[in-house]
């Protein structure tokens, strides 16, 4: 079952992009934060097992498991004067990580990263993890671990890729708990659709709302849109409007689940960096215009249900639970203080529920409307108690807002029921 066809000459998620194309081009780049380093190099350091997994779990995940060139699976590991730094990328993303260290010899070299974080993360906690890279080009990384030992191939320090941001010109500090709020309030409605590479990730902007500057975050696959926006941090008053991609924001969302206190942003029109206490991250920005989303906003939508976020979102859930198909419609059956949510499958039945009462205020004309369970389940997971459905018809979008907080809309496209 399809999405209802757009309204003759009307806007809709899906028709009002105008973009350029993609230039993608993976070219060696080299992060100012890293220490030129070369084959001669010779390393050897002891770190805490605790220590050396923490920094190879954030590192490693940026590694591509698949790739077709063999310096891209491994992490490069220098070591200066007691300074551990990691470095992992993909050619679109570098994360750098900085951690203390026992070093005899400073030096470098680079190891496979899925290989090494396997074999710390087996050793018993609390050990003490040696490793010696000699001088010889073609010589092994040996790990020691009490009476643990094994030694890894290496490849050259001098074709491993590094990553220069370049000139950042624009430079802001958020705090930790605010991005992750931007990040989690819209990352569900990224695209995952590779041809439509612009929608693809968040786009980041600074605009006026309410006579208010503010830094506002979207995000739309075409069927849902999000919108969040957070007052204007100092710095960023001058920054473009950019693309994040989507795996940039997944590595950086995992970052910030352990930190608590501010996260230093910096970008330029084609690259952006965070540095997250003592790690940094560098990502490329997608190379494309993002659609103009304002024009998909309905603005006259005057039915307006509003209806307990917890008892809707376990009604919706009972009785999506007819169906296995993730893109069979919830139809909403609407009354004065009414709401009738129901399901059928050819193979299973049918099934709904009523919420009505106290948990429901709707005093507009009957209304059916159908949207996907698990696309109402991703907005009303973002909203704390009262979510506010705002309708016009059957067929028209749906904007959806968080009753008690105005810094976020939801636009929903119906589907036919």
């Known amino acids: 079952m399809g999405l209802p066809a757009p309204r003759a000459g009307g806007p809709n998620l899906q028709n009002v992009s105008r973009h350029k194309k993609a230039q993608y081009t993976p070219r060696p780049i080299r992060d100012s934060t890293a220490r030129p380093v070369s084959e001669d190099d010779a390393m050897k350091f002891k770190v805490d097992r605790a ?14 498991r698949r790739n077709t060139i063999p310096i891209l699976a491994n992490v490069m590991i220098a070591v200066n004067d007691g300074k551990l730094t990691l470095t992992a990328t993909d050619m679109e993303i570098a994360i750098v ?9 400073n030096g470098a070299c680079t190891a496979p990263a899925a290989t090494l974080y396997e074999i710390v993360r087996k050793l018993p906690e609390g050990a003490l993890v040696e490793l010696d890279c000699p001088l010889t080009s073609d010589a092994p990384l040996a790990l020691r671990a009490g009476r643990y030992a094994t030694s890894l191939v290496v490849l050259p320090t001098d074709d491993f890729p590094s990553m220069t941001a370049g000139t950042l010109p624009h430079r802001f500090v958020l705090p930790a708990q605010t991005l992750r709020a931007l990040i989690d309030r819209t990352r569900f409605a990224i695209s995952t659709e590779e041809t439509r590479y612009y929608l693809n990730g968040i786009y980041i902007h600074q605009t006026e709302s309410e006579g208010a500057k503010v830094l506002r975050a979207v995000a739309t696959d075409g069927h849902r849109l999000a919108r969040v926006e957070e007052p204007l941090p100092e710095g960023a008053g001058s920054m473009p409007g950019v693309i994040v991609p989507r795996k940039t924001v997944g590595e950086l969302r995992k970052l910030l689940d352990e930190i608590t206190g501010d996260v230093e942003i910096a970008l330029s029109d084609t690259r952006i ?145």
């Open 51 to 64: 220590t050396l997994l923490k920094a190879l779990a954030h590192v490693q995940s940026v590694v591509e």
């Open 97 to 105: 990580e900085d951690v203390a260290a026992d070093s005899s010899r």
């Open 273 to 417: 960096q965070f540095r997250v206490g003592t790690i940094t991250l560098t990502s490329k920005l997608i190379d494309g215009t993002f659609p103009e989303y304002e024009r998909v906003i309905p603005r006259d939508n005057d039915k307006i249900l509003r209806v307990g976020r917890q008892d809707f979102a376990e009604a919706v859930a009972r009785v999506a639970a007819i169906s296995s198909e993730r893109s069979r419609p919830v139809k909403m059956s609407l009354a004065r203080d009414l709401l009738v949510l129901s399901a059928a499958s050819p193979e299973q039945g049918t099934a709904s529920e009523e919420l009505d009462g106290e948990r429901v205020k709707y005093d507009a004309g009957p209304l059916e409307i159908g949207f996907q369970a698990r696309y109402l389940n991703d907005i009303t997971d973002q909203i704390s108690n009262v979510v506010e459905f705002r309708f016009s018809d059957g067929a028209a979008p749906t904007v959806v807002l968080d009753s008690a907080d105005a810094s976020a809309l939801y636009v929903l496209m119906p589907m036919r029921v």
